[in-house]
């Protein structure tokens, strides 16, 4: 690792860098919140250490709004259902030890792959390559429409995390519970004109990349190496090794993954519009509703990513809720690296 990567990781290390106005706890303090459920530091072993599972039983198919969905399913068929969204740039198998330990609890656990990953395919050549934040979200309702599945408990984690909270806060009547990685991560591209101080906008420095064509070419051309970069910035001590990366790497080879991944970022800037039928859910989620749903957040004390600050977004969970701070150098893939701590939560929740 060079001295310069070093740097940056330092740097990430320190940033908070959504433009939310930071709030007080609401029904629960922060410290109080971390004195209850922070892990000990010898809990998450790491990564590197701990015994993995290979896969996922042979993925199923569904057609699902304007997909094609590829999706792992694990545990019952009917048990209480679980949906996990990974996010960019990773894949299904962020939740590859989180999906038995919850399938052994006797729930039916579905993960798929998003747009634009894996298997997942567009139903027609001509539906727009889009990224932006509510459409991600309606893929994910048309899944459960599909599967004829009411309501669910979510979990997610990146983009994952951003479109469980639209489903919790748009369609609080499909989800029974909600555990995010990162808080509340709804945005507008209105909110998104502000400028962020300097060291914040450095955290961002691959969505201004592909802002540019040059940015657009180089994601192209080097698609792996650019998420194993990611990877080592978000994660500065998960020691994940080649056969890992390999595995989730894989899922970004579909053809539509480049067209999806600059669209999301160029839309968070407002480089691009969107389409005309997210409009009126872009609305809504330009006014930051509240989530009022059980919710727990979590974050790992080595997340290197771009990520707020809990006390920034706890008044926008208006139920019952928790904050949790998973220690031991766990990174930005919660999931993964510490996917014990993330599959308690996900019947915590349920519980609640």
């Known amino acids: 690792m060079t001295n310069e990567i070093d740097r940056q990781r330092r740097g990430l290390l ?29 809990s998450p072993p790491a990564a590197s250490a701990r015994a993995t599972h290979a896969g996922f039983s042979p ?84 899944f459960l429409d599909a599967l004829k599945i009411d309501k669910v408990v979510l979990g997610g984690f990146d ?3 951003r479109t469980v909270n639209i489903i919790a806060a748009l369609w609080p009547e499909r989800c029974k519970g909600m555990v995010s990685v990162s808080g509340y991560l ?4 209105e909110a998104n004109r502000n400028p962020l101080p300097p060291k914040a906008e450095l955290a961002w420095w691959y969505q201004y990349y592909f802002a540019t064509e040059r940015g657009e070419k180089g994601y192209r051309q080097y ?28 899922a970004f080879d579909n053809p539509d993954h480049v067209a999806i991944s600059i669209d999301n970022y160029r839309w968070r800037l407002g480089l691009v519009r969107g389409e005309e039928k997210y409009d009126a859910l872009e609305r809504k989620l330009a006014t930051l ?28 969970f208006t139920g019952p809720y928790e904050f949790r701070l998973i220690t031991g150098g766990i990174g930005h893939n919660l999931p993964q690296e510490a996917p014990e701590a993330f599959a308690k939560a996900i019947v915590d929740v349920d519980r609640a």
């Open 14 to 42: 320190s940033i908070t860098a959504l433009g939310l106005a930071a709030m007080p706890f609401g029904a629960i303090s922060v410290a109080a919140a971390q004195s209850r459920t922070d892990e000990p530091s010898s």
């Open 59 to 142: 993925l199923k198919h569904i057609h699902a709004g304007e997909l094609d969905v590829a999706y792992a399913e694990e545990g019952p068929a009917d048990g209480p259902p679980v949906l996990l969204l990974h996010g960019w740039p990773y894949d299904i198998h962020a939740y590859v030890d989180v999906a038995p330990i919850l399938a052994a609890a006797g729930y039916r656990v579905l993960i798929p792959y998003l747009r634009g990953y894996g298997g997942t395919r567009f139903l027609a050549e001509k539906t727009p390559r889009n990224g932006q934040q509510a459409a991600l979200a309606v893929d994910a309702i048309a």
């Open 159 to 161: 983009w994952g995390a």
């Open 186 to 189: 709804i945005g507008s591209q």
């Open 223 to 250: 698609t792996h190496d650019f998420a194993r970069l990611i990877w080592e910035l978000a994660s500065p001590k998960w020691a994940f090794d080649e056969a890992t990366f390999n595995r989730s790497a894989a």
């Open 289 to 316: 509703p509240t989530i009022g749903v059980p919710a727990i957040t979590m974050e790992g004390d080595a997340n290197g990513a771009p990520h707020p600050a809990p006390e920034a977004y706890a008044k926008k």
